[in-house]
């Protein structure tokens, strides 16, 4: 399967029991659950976010005393970004928050917000309140994450250094969310009003629900389940700011999303707390090159992959789909199942059934009539399912995660009521990896998997795409050991940037708008519009072509983005071609995963 969209969790229904190969409706509950993986797998991060605004929201008004033994600091009035060459590895330094009750929020945003940095170049993650002055000038830009609000009872965190270089510097700054009121209060907020042309500590977080946040001709969403404020900026000298975005709120009242003033960017929200494909978490991923890469092209590309392909297919619907691919000129992948197995008969009237690749030689020959065509072939895991049980549905080939555990819930958000077998209704919650989670144990599954497609007498894939978009950590490094590149949507968690245990419970999930590097260490290439699912299933609705090719407008805030989607070939050719063409339309050009990857 592949990922997920929304920032929830979702239910997948169970299919109804057939005694053949399940049919085309059997992968539109499994892909549910890769189609809803985007920031928040469960809401139980974005619950935790809104927690955490309790204390920002006593004071929406961040109008803080200054200290009296705090000097005014001389500052760079005129100072501009240096220039960056595209032709150089920009380095990119992310500083984040680790302080107070809500402390593990500020590593896992600042990981989503290493891995977009990925893109670009090396990237160095801390916490601010290790900062060592000069550190600023040693990076291309700097991005400081504010997630924990440093006032009333949690002391403010930022050594005074780090206030200090930001506005004396001339290396690109991006600043989100908290404290910059801070920043303005240690240099004086007149000082501050006077080179930046806004006043942080007269400003105002708008806590009404924002409806959308325009960027560069496009409307981007904001989740109207996200409480968190947007930090309304107070601009006295127009002349100095340049609002990049705005977001409007329900009651018709727009305000500054982001706003840059000479090196310094500052965006006023979260923007990896509820997100979606057509999120505006986009524009955070765009800004990113004014700092990073201010002379890459303004170019769009587009990716489409055919997936959960496995020994059961039908030989001649894969032919029939790679061949009209070939003839729009259009690149393309195509994730394999090299083992596909039914251990309770689930589809097979009650009796078990097993086949690998080499039992399937007509699926085999489509295969590699797909290559010829101009398709890449990605492995998407070894069965994907896991041993015998329902996880959480059936334990059958696709349907299923292999590498980790989860279950049906009728409740979205904790305490979750667990049932069996999983209901339309239900939501599937990710619960950790499997009992037997090991690198022993996951490289055994991923040796088990290549070795299937030597002995079918193909070459093993390069590319890996984790079952339904997920895996432990450890799962993540033995991918890493075995492949240079995932072709997915990943989920990263809690312990992993402070070096200390994992904490599976601590679980942020990402899409990207183009390749990045990240934290794993790997290549990851992008799918950021999710599948076409013609029904409702598990609290989600109805993915149409006319949803995908809307997102891939959206996506064109995105310079150097791409569109990239995966279909499942059982539904058949219109919607495919409804969804190329509709991409193509915009402008986009189709591209290998070969191109994608090529500098």
């Known amino acids: 399967m592949a990922a997920l969209v929304l920032a929830f969790a979702v239910g997948l229904s169970a299919p109804a029991a057939t005694s053949a190969k399940s049919p085309p409706d059997k992968t539109a509950h499994s892909e549910v659950v890769k189609q809803r993986h985007a920031g928040d797998i469960d809401a139980k991060l974005g619950a935790k976010q809104k927690a955490a605004e309790k204390e920002r ?9 200054k200290a009296a033994s705090t000097a005014v600091r001389s500052m760079s009035a005129t100072a501009v970004p240096d220039a960056v060459s595209a032709a150089t590895d920009p380095t990119t330094l992310v500083l984040y928050d680790n302080a107070g009750p809500y402390g593990y929020l500020g590593e896992l945003y600042a990981m989503v917000t290493a891995n977009l940095a990925g893109h670009f170049g090396q990237v160095t993650t801390q916490p601010v309140s290790s900062y060592q002055a000069g550190q600023v000038n040693d990076f291309t830009s700097t991005v400081y994450f504010g997630s924990t609000y440093y006032g009333g009872s949690i002391p403010d965190a930022i050594p005074n250094s780090f206030y200090s270089d930001v506005t004396t510097t001339t290396h690109p700054v991006i600043w989100l969310y908290d404290n910059i009121w801070n920043l303005a209060n ?5 000082q501050f009003s006077a080179a930046y042309g806004w006043d942080p500590t007269n400003s105002w977080f708008n806590f009404n629900s924002i409806t959308s946040v325009a960027y560069k001709g496009q409307n981007l969403t904001r989740n109207s389940l996200n409480g968190g404020g947007v930090l309304g900026d107070y601009i006295t000298d127009p ?8 977001a409007t709120d329900s009651t018709g009242v727009s305000v500054p999303w982001a706003v840059r003033s000479n090196n310094l960017t500052y965006i006023g929200d979260i923007p990896f707390s509820y997100v979606s494909e057509t999120d505006r978490v986009m524009i955070l991923s765009d800004l990113l090159f004014d700092a990073l890469a201010p002379a890459a092209p303004d170019r769009h590309r587009a990716m489409v992959r055919l997936e959960d392909v496995s020994p059961a297919d039908n030989p001649n619907q894969l032919i029939n789909i790679g061949h009209w691919l070939k003839s729009q000129n259009v690149p393309f992948s195509f994730g394999v199942i090299p083992v596909y197995t039914d251990p309770n008969g689930t589809y097979n009237g009650g009796t078990p059934q097993t086949i690998t690749l080499a039992q399937a030689p007509q699926l085999v020959n489509a295969l590699k009539s797909l290559i010829a065509d101009g398709g890449t072939m990605i492995m998407h895991g070894y069965t994907h399912q896991y041993t015998g049980v329902a996880n959480p549905y059936d334990g059958v080939s696709g349907d299923d995660f292999e590498f980790y555990r989860s279950q049906c819930s009728t409740t979205q958000t904790p305490p979750y009521q667990f049932e069996a077998p999983c209901q339309n209704t239900d939501w599937v919650i990710h619960q950790g990896p499997v009992a037997e989670d090991s690198a022993a144990w996951a490289q055994g599954r991923i ?25 432990s950590a450890t799962d993540y490094t033995v991918v890493g050991q075995n492949f240079g590149t995932r072709y997915e949507r990943s989920l990263y968690f809690g312990g992993q940037l402070a070096g200390g245990p994992v904490d599976y419970g601590l679980m942020i999930g990402q899409f990207f708008p183009y390749p990045v590097r990240d934290v794993y260490g790997m290549t990851v290439l992008p799918e950021n519009l999710g599948n076409y699912e013609p029904v409702v299933s598990n609290n989600n609705p109805p993915r149409l072509p006319a949803d995908m090719i809307h997102e891939a407008q959206l996506n064109l805030a995105v310079r150097d983005g791409f569109a990239s989607f995966f279909y499942h070939p059982s539904y058949g050719l219109s919607a495919l071609q409804q969804t190329v063409n509709g991409i193509k339309a915009l402008g986009y050009t189709f591209v290998s995963p070969a191109s994608a990857l090529a500098p």
């Open 57 to 65: 929201k006593k004071d929406p008004q961040k109008k803080l005393p």
């Open 186 to 190: 240690q240099t004086g907020p007149a």
């Open 239 to 246: 002349s100095k700011v340049t609002v990049l975005a705005s």
């Open 447 to 471: 040796t088990a998997g290549l070795n299937e497609f030597t002995a079918a007498g193909l070459t093993p894939p390069s590319i890996f795409e984790f079952p339904h978009y997920a895996g």
